[in-house]
Structures are given as structure tokens and as C-alpha cells.
């Protein structure tokens, strides 16, 4: 049997009942370790859950997803993603390589932030699509997401954006002479996705267009869902820009529409009361 098995957000402790039951009869206990990461290391979680873990990095999941199904056909065998296991796509594929086998799997659902972002107080029915914003480089400087957001946006709906998780990456250099040598893992800051869609928006005035986005868009900045020391503030765009959250992970929303109880949550995080107060009223149902 495959165990799919969710940790949730936090620490080791977020582990369901359930899932901890299966990885304690599990023979083989595999950790992915590169669409997200936990509060805590890998040791903490081997304590509390009496078992060894082997970490699985994108290359060893992608490549070598064979291996790990065919020891998933003669014993039980556990893979543990950071908050739910479909958060990635992935995971799906996993799963139809096992079906494919013939090898019986079972999923055990966590948290995650696709529904805890509901901390700040953002009804979780009025999020439109979720968007991914990427780290741009000198050469590649992608605007697609924030078209998503805008779309959103002008259908009354809030963005979550996840922001880009760099593990085990090489350099280009590095990859084009076949050496197996990696850069230090980077994690996207809300100041750093602030500052890129201020760019977009630049651009697009630029270009003679209207964003439906300004510097004056109430966001909401993210840090560490779940945990003993999670952050969260609101305020505009510009704001989210400087900022300071911290440690990775962090998340940043865009605003739609809001409610008046959805205002009056938010206000508990702003970071300048009397900008909140100019600019979110004038989007509230």
C-alpha cells in the first residue's frame, strides 16, 4: 500500500491521528521536500514519529517515482507532503503511476494554505483562482499572473498567491556542464512579490492601460500559517512592499470585493489605520 499522507502546516505535531497511524506500520517513509517546507526539520520529525525518514527531492520524485512504487507493492510504504497531499500536481501523478501498477493507495488529508488563509479573516467562498508568482530573472520577467489577479478582481473575488519556493536548483552554467551542483534554497518574501506586480503595474501605464490594480489595492501579507510565531498584515500594496514578516514560508493575497466583516477582520492586521480606511471602503459589499 501507498500512505499519501498530509502534515498540515506547522510542526511535527500537525500530523492527523490518522496519518500518524500509518506511518508508524509503514516499512518505508519518504519526506518531499521541495513544493513546500514545515516549521521544523526533519529530525524533529523522526522523534515524534519513531521512524526514519528519506528525503525526497524533486529529482528523486520525478525519476525515480518507480522505484518508490515497486517497494509500495511488497510493503507499506508512506509519502508525507507538507500541508495537503494534492497541493501539487505532482502528487496526482503519483497516484496514477501506482494505479497504473496495480499498487492500492490511500490518501489522508491535512491543512493547508489553500484553506487556513482563512486566518485573516477572508471568506474562503470569495477567493477566485489561486496564482503562483514566480522569481523573476534578468532575462525572464513573466506577467501572466497578474492578469489572473486582475481578472479575479474584476469579478469581485480575492487572489491567493503562492509564492516561489527555489530547492535544489543549479545554476545554468552548472546544469549545462552536467555538474551536480546546487544553489542555496530561496524563498519569495511578500516584499518581493509586492515589488514585482508595483513593476507590472508600472508597466502596463507605460503601455497606456488602466490596471485594475494600483499601489493603493488592499493586500494581505502572510508569514508562517499555523505556527507559534505566524504573521499577518494588511494594508495597501505599497505597503506590502516594505513590510517586514520575517522567515519563510510567506503568502500574499490581493483583495476583490470585500464584505464589511471581512473589513473589520482585516483591520485587526493593518499596518496604517488611516490608509486602510481611505482606500478599502471603497470596495466593500
Excluded at 69 to 93: I, Q, R, W, Y
Excluded at 204 to 227: M, Y
Aim: glycine letters at 8%; a negative charge; proline letters at 3%.
Amino acid at each position: 500500500m501507498l500512505y499519501l499522507v498530509g502534515l498540515g502546516l506547522g510542526d511535527a505535531k500537525d500530523i492527523t491521528v490518522k496519518g500518524l497511524e500509518a506511518v508508524r506500520r509503514c516499512r518505508r517513509v519518504y519526506l518531499e521536500a521541495y513544493t513546500s517546507v514545515l516549521t521544523v526539520g526533519k529530525e524533529a520529525l523522526e522523534e515524534f514519529y519513531g521512524k526514519e525518514l528519506i528525503l525526497a527531492d524533486r529529482e528523486m520524485v520525478e525519476q525515480e517515482a518507480d522505484s518508490l512504487l515497486k517497494e509500495a507493492n511488497v510493503c507499506d510504504v508512506a509519502f508525507l507532503v507538507v500541508g495537503d497531499p494534492f497541493g501539487a500536481t505532482t502528487h496526482s501523478d503519483l497516484v496514477l503511476r501506482a494505479v497504473k501498477l496495480g499498487i492500492p493507495y490511500k490518501v489522508i488529508h491535512n491543512a493547508s494554505i489553500m484553506n487556513a488563509v482563512g486566518c485573516c479573516g477572508l471568506q474562503l467562498y470569495n477567493f477566485g483562482e489561486t496564482v503562483s508568482i514566480v522569481f523573476w530573472t534578468d532575462t525572464w520577467k513573466p506577467e501572466s499572473f497578474f492578469d489572473k489577479i486582475e481578472k479575479n478582481r474584476q469579478n469581485g473575488m480575492h487572489t491567493l498567491c503562492l509564492l516561489d519556493i527555489k530547492v535544489k536548483e543549479q545554476s545554468l552554467e552548472n546544469l549545462m556542464k552536467g555538474r551536480k551542483i546546487y544553489e542555496p534554497p530561496r524563498y519569495m518574501s511578500v516584499n518581493q512579490a509586492a515589488e514585482q506586480l508595483l513593476a507590472i503595474i508600472q508597466n502596463r501605464r507605460l503601455q497606456g492601460e488602466k490596471p485594475e490594480i494600483t499601489e493603493n489595492t488592499i493586500c494581505v501579507g502572510l508569514a508562517r500559517v499555523g505556527a507559534l510565531d505566524e504573521k499577518i498584515a494588511s494594508g495597501t500594496l505599497q505597503q506590502m512592499s516594505t513590510v517586514e514578516l520575517g522567515a519563510p514560508l510567506h503568502s500574499l493575497i490581493v483583495t476583490g470585493t470585500m464584505h464589511p466583516l471581512e473589513l473589520e477582520m482585516l483591520k485587526l492586521f493593518s499596518v496604517n489605520s488611516s490608509s486602510f480606511e481611505n482606500n478599502a471602503c471603497q470596495r466593500t459589499t
